[in-house]
């Protein structure tokens, strides 16, 4: 890990300057709740953030915490359920993604907040990566949720985002851990977090892994048991018309015998590619310190799963204290 150097000199004082902190929330869809737990527990440990930017759900966690809704996202994600994470859903036809995220922007316009970045109380960034050129871009002014669902918008699953002009998809396609736009921030010290570090080699088959089963929750909100891909499939037969539907069946239905579905094999695909990605940007631009979530029994949809992913999230701070404050040191 990089070793932090001496306190920065205030120029008009000549003495040294408290060192930023930075925090960068990487990619990785319904796993992205954990960011709350780490946000949470670096709060509970005393340890002053100056400034966040994330990609994906991770931008999304950042925004809401830059604007100081986090506390309200924590208490509002511990209770949702899947009706109410179908209710988000708006299916379209495919075109260039399967939903449209317009419901979705909407209620986080209402629940959290849409100021212009630059009037956060926090500094804040968002990944976002150019259809058409392939760049990285880092959205720094504007509307907070249209930075957000710019960043979050994941190729085949959700439409890209038209904004000025130009066609944006999801930022981890390009940097799923942000360290480098944290330090371009003015961070001193990156704390950076990484969802997606133990999900290869989940297996497809689910009647050998129970805890993908919706039933599961312990309060029993999500219903009948069926497993997700089950109750996407059966979603989509109340909203599309029946010459439509093998499409989605077949994009979600859950056939083990016959090896992962095309929404699996899509995510799945794009985690491969993140995270190879990040292994190198990492290695390339390593943060001070790096926080590690166990989240590999968390599926890419299962939002219901929230207080399962915070607590997660708040488990690898404590892991990683230790050498959060070695790396901030007499800060």
Known sequence: MRKTGS???????????PKKIGLALGSGSARGWSHIGVIRGLQ???????????????????????AGFIAAMDEWVRGLTWADILGFMDVRLPRSGLIEGDKMTRYFREKISDSNIEDLPMPFAAVTTNLK???EVWVRK??????????????GILTPFNREGGWFVDGGLINPVPVSLCRNMGADIVLAVDLNNDIMGRSFNRSENNETALGQEKDGKVGNGQYL???????????????????????????????PTLFEVIATSVYIMQDQITKHRLATDPPDVLILPRLAHIGL?????????????????????PIIHDAIGSR
């Open 142 to 155: 504007g509307s907070l949720m249209d930075a957000i669902r710019a960043s979050m918008s994941m190729p």
């Open 7 to 17: 306190l920065r000199k205030d120029p008009l004082t000549s003495t040294p300057a």
């Open 133 to 135: 050129s392939g760049r």
């Open 301 to 321: 949809l299962e939002f219901n799963r929230a207080e399962e992913a915070i607590e997660a999230g708040r488990k690898a701070v404590e892991l990683t204290l």
């Open 229 to 259: 891909p089950n109750r996407l499939a059966s979603f989509f037969n109340g909203k599309i018309k029946s010459g439509q539907l093998s499409i989605f069946k077949r994009f979600a239905q859950n056939r083990p015998s016959k090896g």
């Open 44 to 66: 509970e440990a005393g340890i002053h953030v100056d400034l966040v930017c994330g990609t994906s759900m991770g931008a999304m966690v950042a925004g809401a915490f830059a």
